[in-house]
């Protein structure tokens, strides 16, 4: 298990994880000007939003979090309570309680920046 946010591509580090869901649900919508396909929606595209996406991203990457910390207490409950398992364990449950709060900080700001937006 690694301890780092981006250990690299192929470690899945969070930062990757994020990224590669970004771009798998992003499905060029982004490019495309927004998920509808009607010309006051922004363009054609899959009907998916890149808000949408943004949203997927970040769930995949709590998911992916969520795992580590499952795997951690699974391992501890198994018996393997050293102390350097339960900082592992602790360490990886405050990287969600930030990743958390990324996710609910970002997504507040675009729904809020939207919301001013449709306003004007």
Do not use: C, H
């Not at 946010?5 to 899945?12: E, K, L, R, T, V």
């Not at 198994?78 to 709060?101: C, H, I, K, W, Y």
């Amino acid at each position: 298990m690694s301890n780092t946010i981006n250990p690299g591509a192929d470690a899945g580090g969070l930062v990757t994880t994020f990224i590669a869901a970004a771009n798998n649900n992003n499905n060029g919508t982004a490019r495309n000007g927004g998920g509808g396909t009607t010309a006051a929606s922004g363009g054609g595209g899959s009907g998916k939003s890149w808000y949408e996406a943004l949203s997927q991203a970040w769930g995949q990457t709590l998911d992916a979090q969520a795992s580590r910390i499952t795997e951690l207490s699974g391992s501890i409950g198994g018996g393997g309570d050293q102390p350097s398992n339960m900082v592992a364990l602790t360490a990886e449950s405050l990287r969600m309680q930030f990743v958390s709060n990324s996710a609910a900080t970002s997504q507040n700001s675009v729904g809020e920046a939207l919301n001013a937006l449709a306003r004007k």
